[in-house]
């Protein structure tokens, strides 16, 4: 084979490999533009800073009033009459009642900061007991679990009497704890059966507690729970169970 032959070969090739190597690129470049999505574009908003509420979330209580509340009692407009204390603070009126948002919330994220008072006598669930009812029938647990031994299901952080929460993160009575939550609401087709359950995510002082459980229905003290049919928004309620629980710091972002 002639020198001069054996030129036309390699050009012949080089010029080929460019040839596959800018069809290759052209259309991993094309396929990589496939999976680009631009719209829609996220809504801008402030994140938490420094304990401040997203700018998106309902302020449902910053220490200024208790506005946002009310009586739970059966057909009650009466305004929340728990106890504002200085330095933003809500403490349940032992025998007031249960208070409840006045607006209505469905899926959620949900933050809400309480208090065990330091003083805290008794047992079990006579200690520091309250409770997040979230559409006012699924009940996420407040109560003193520092040190305080009672079924684990009902401890803090449990979805009261079905699950018992991954680990016990409480700080002793006194401290200031967080929940941060993201409840999704059941669904309901027509004829009043269930598409899909009731789910917790919950994050205690920061550590994750309950992650992503399915509900077997509203919470209930006695007997298993099962669903029946309800409006897609409901009040959030907090309860009085005759203990002296604070709270501060409470907003939500529906979701």
Wanted: glycine content about 6%; some cysteine.
């Amino acid at each position: 084979m002639s020198y001069s032959f054996k030129n036309m070969i390699t050009k012949a090739l080089f010029i080929s490999s460019q040839f596959i190597l800018i069809t290759l690129i052209a259309f991993g470049q094309t396929d990589a533009k496939a999976t680009e999505i631009w719209e829609p574009v996220p809504n801008k908003i402030s994140p938490v800073i420094e304990n401040k509420a997203p700018s998106d979330a309902v302020i449902l209580f910053y220490g200024k009033d208790q506005s946002q509340w009310q009586s739970a009692k059966t057909d009650s407009n009466k305004t929340s009459s728990w106890v504002l204390e200085k330095k933003g603070i809500m403490t349940i009126k032992v025998g007031a009642g249960d208070i409840r948002t006045k607006k209505q919330f469905g899926s959620c994220q949900l933050h809400i900061e309480w208090r065990i008072p330091a003083n805290i006598k008794g047992d079990g669930q006579n200690r520091g007991n309250s409770g997040i009812l979230f559409m006012g029938l699924y009940e996420l647990q407040i109560l003193d679990s520092y040190d305080n031994k009672t079924y684990s299901n009902g401890q803090a952080g449990s979805i009261y009497k079905q699950y018992i929460p991954l680990v016990n993160a409480c700080l002793r009575p006194g401290k200031w704890q967080t929940f941060d939550v993201i409840f999704t609401a059941p669904q309901f087709r027509s004829d009043s059966s269930l598409i899909s359950p009731a789910k917790f995510t919950v994050l205690q002082n920061g550590v994750l507690i309950q992650n992503n459980v399915e509900l077997k229905g509203p919470s209930t003290y006695r007997g298993q729970p099962s669903y029946k049919i309800h409006p897609a928004k409901l009040p959030l309620v907090l309860q009085d169970h005759e203990n002296p629980v604070s709270f501060r710091n409470i907003w939500i972002r529906e979701l």
